[in-house]
C-alpha cells in the first residue's frame, strides 16, 4: 500500500496514540509493507524524541542554575597539598580551641575573693617604744585580737589615724570588707588634710581591694588605675595591668 | 518555605516515572548526590564546571532511563547514579582524547556496577547537537511541540496558549514543525542514528 493513502492528519493521530480499532490496525499493516512510511514514521519519532529530551534538558537545567546557588559550597580537591594545609588548619584550630578553653576557664573560675587573696598581706604592726608602750587598740592588734580592735575603735567617737587604720585592717581580717571602707576612707582623707603620709599609699591599698572583696568593681578598678598611674606610690607595682584587666573582667558577668 | 522532603530509592524512582513534581525530584538528586559525584570528577581530571555538566547530564540521563523503565531496582540510585556519571564523563574523556579516560580511579567496587544506558544519550556531544538543533527551530514551533510532546497540554489547552484559531490549525502546524525538526536532524546523520537507536533501545 502507498502511504499516499494515508494524510498527514492520520500519520500523526498514530503517531500521538488517537487512532484506533480497525483504523489502526489498517494504518499498522500499512506501515509494516511500505518503507516510505515507515521512513516518514520514524523521522517524525525521531524528532518526537529529540523534542521530550529538549524539554527534559531544558527543565534541568531550569533547576540547575537554582541549585548551584543553593549548592554554593564548593567541592573540595583532596590533594595531598591540601591535605597538609587542611591539618594545619586542623592543628591551629585544636589550639585555638585550647587557648579558648583555658581563656573560659580563667574567665569562670575568676572570683573577688580569689583576686583579693592574690594581693591581701596581714599588717604586721612596727613596735618601736616597747611593749608597755602600746596603746589597748595596738595590744589587741599585736594579739591578732581583730574583733577587739573593732570593738574598740567603735566605742570611741574619733579615733586617731593610726587607729583607723588598724580597724580597716580588723575588718579585712575578720572577713568584712563593708567594715574596712570607712575607717580606711578616714585615714586617707586626714592624711590628705594634713600632709601626713604615714598610712596613705597602705590605706589606698587596702581600700581598694576592700572594694574588690565587696564586689564594688568600678571602685576598685578606679583606685588601683591611680596606684598603677603613680610611679611614687608604694604599691604602684601591685597593680599590674593584666590585674586590673581580670578586676574588669569580674566587671562584666 | 520550600519544605525538603526525604525520599527513599522506591519513591524518587516512583516520581520520577509517573512525573509527579520532577523539579522536586531533580531538587532532590542534587541535595543527595551532587557533591560526591562531583568530588568524583574533579579528582579525576575535571573541573569544576565539568563536574557541574557532567553531573547535569547524569540527572538527565537518569530520568530518561527510569522512564523507559530501565531502573529496576537492582542497584541503589546512588549506585546507579555513581555509574551513569562515570559513563558520561568516561565518553567526554574519551571524545577529548584525553589518557586519563583509561586511568578513572574508582576507589569503591560499587562505581563499578555496570548501567544499562542504551535508551539514554550518554555522549554529552551528542545531547549539545540535539540542544542546538532543536534551538534551531521557530520558537512557535518549540513551544507548541513542547507543550504537546513534553508538557502534556492537550490541543484545547494548547490553542487557549497560542494565537491559533482552533485545534485544527493547531494540528496542522504542529505536524509541519514535528517534519521540520525530523528533516533538521537528518541532517546530523550521527545524531540521527543515535536519536532512531535510542527509539529502538
Known sequence: MDNSTYNNGQILKWLDGEMTGEEKTSFEKALSADQQLQAEVESLQVARKAIRSYGLKRQVAGVHEEMMKELQTPVKLISSRRRIIRYTISIAASILLVFVGITAYNFFSLSPERL????????????????????????????????????ATNQVSKNSVEENFLSGMSYLEVGNPGGAIAPFREVINRDKATGGTSYLDQAEYDLSLAYLKNKDYDKAIGLMQTIHDNPGHSYHEKFTKSFIRKVKMLSWR | MEVIKQLSDVELIHRVKSGIDINGSVKFIYRQYFENLSWFIMNNSGSRQDAEDIFQETVVGFIELVQKDKFRGESSIKTFLFSLNRNIWLNELKRRGRAEARELKYEKAQDKAETDVSSAIVDREARNQLMKIVSGLGETCKKILLMFYYEDLSMKEIVENTEYENEQVVRNKKYKCLK?????????????RTLKNLLHG
Not at chain 1, 604586721?124 to 589587741?140: A, M, S
Not at chain 2, 521540520?180 to 540521527?192: K, S, V
Open chain 2, 180 to 192: 521540520q525538526l525530523g528533516q533538521m536532524i537528518e541532517t546530523n546523520p550521527a545524531l540521527a
Open chain 1, 116 to 151: 583579693y587573696g592574690q594581693q591581701f598581706n596581714s599588717y604586721e604592726l612596727i613596735i618601736t617604744r616597747g611593749e608597755e608602750g602600746l596603746t589597748t587598740i595596738e595590744k589587741f592588734y599585736k594579739d591578732k585580737n581583730y574583733r577587739a580592735v573593732i570593738e
